[in-house]
């Protein structure tokens, strides 16, 4: 069994379309879908605010490279363009953590760099996963306590969990 956290945010086109790409493109592995979040952006700031959400896949074929693999492939569908970095984007699929995995590879870096940081991330995974721990780091919780003015809004007009096929 090969269990991932994956985060999901867009700010170009159709951000909420392109969310969903992500969640029905994935199919059968996706086991949880938090709610919808805007936030403001991250990095780049001068930039229209994002929709984010985290989804937990599950795929006993699937390695970690394989869910980067498949990240990627979900961004070429969506037309990511890779221009500038923290720039804006149709769809950005980040490999959060995958079984507790840690990789320095840079192609591959788990857990995800600036989880810690990013309340855009912390939120949506307490959605789905209360408990959560963010290996090397601890408790997601805690980490989201040491955070000041998260920027995180929850979209209830947003519903993803209905493009989840479990």
Partial sequence: MTRAVLSLGSNLGDRFAHLRSAVTGLGEAVVAVSRVY????????????FLNAVIVVDDAGVDAWGWLYRARELEEAAGRERTVRWGPRTLDVDVVTVDGVRSEDPELLLPHPGTPERASVLVPWLDVEPEAVLPGHGPVRELLRELVGTGVAVRP???LRGAARR
């Fill in 157 to 159: 007009d947003l519903d």
């Fill in 38 to 49: 805007e936030t403001a952006p991250w990095g780049v700031t001068d930039q229209p605010d």
